[in-house]
C-alpha cells in the first residue's frame, strides 16, 4: 500500500501506484480531490509529454504546485495518463 500525505492529511492511498522514476503516481480514485485545486503550471517532460498541476489546499496551508499529472501523456507513457504524483515536501511511504 502507497500513501501519500502532507499537513496532517492522507492525500492519496492505493495498492496501484506506479512507480516511475522515483515518483509513485496514484490512480485518480485513489487521490482526495478536496485537497486539490488546479494550477495554470504546465511542464513539459521529453519521453512523458506535458504536465499539469495542481495546488495544494489542506488545513488552511497551501503548498503550489505540489502535485502533477499527465492528461494526453506520449505513447510510450500511455499507462501515466490521469495518474497523480506528489512532491515538494509531500511524503510518500509504501509499506
Same mark, same amino acid.
Given at each position: 500500500?502507497?500513501?501519500?500525505?502532507?499537513? =496532517? +492529511?492522507?492525500?492519496?492511498? &492505493?495498492?496501484? $501506484? /506506479? %512507480?516511475?522514476?522515483?515518483?509513485?503516481?496514484?490512480?485518480?480514485?485513489?487521490?482526495?480531490? +478536496?485537497?486539490? @485545486?488546479? &494550477? $495554470?503550471?504546465?511542464?513539459?517532460? &521529453?519521453? !512523458? =509529454?506535458?504536465? &499539469?498541476?495542481?495546488? %495544494?489546499?489542506?488545513?488552511? $496551508?497551501?503548498?503550489? @504546485?505540489?502535485?502533477?499529472?499527465?492528461? @494526453?501523456? !506520449?505513447? +510510450?507513457?500511455?499507462? %501515466? $495518463?490521469? %495518474?497523480?504524483?506528489?512532491?515538494?515536501?509531500?511524503?510518500? /511511504?509504501? @509499506?
Amino acid at each position: 500500500m502507497t500513501t501519500a500525505r502532507w499537513n =496532517g +492529511e492522507i492525500l492519496a492511498v &492505493s495498492d496501484r $501506484a /506506479v %512507480l516511475v522514476e522515483g515518483n509513485h503516481y496514484f490512480p485518480p480514485e485513489a487521490v482526495r480531490t +478536496e485537497f486539490l @485545486d488546479a &494550477s $495554470a503550471t504546465t511542464t513539459h517532460c &521529453s519521453w !512523458k =509529454g506535458a504536465a &499539469s498541476y495542481y495546488t %495544494l489546499r489542506v488545513a488552511g $496551508a497551501e503548498n503550489p @504546485d505540489a502535485a502533477w499529472y499527465y492528461p @494526453d501523456p !506520449k505513447p +510510450e507513457a500511455a499507462h %501515466l $495518463a490521469g %495518474l497523480v504524483a506528489f512532491w515538494r515536501g509531500v511524503e510518500v /511511504v509504501t @509499506d
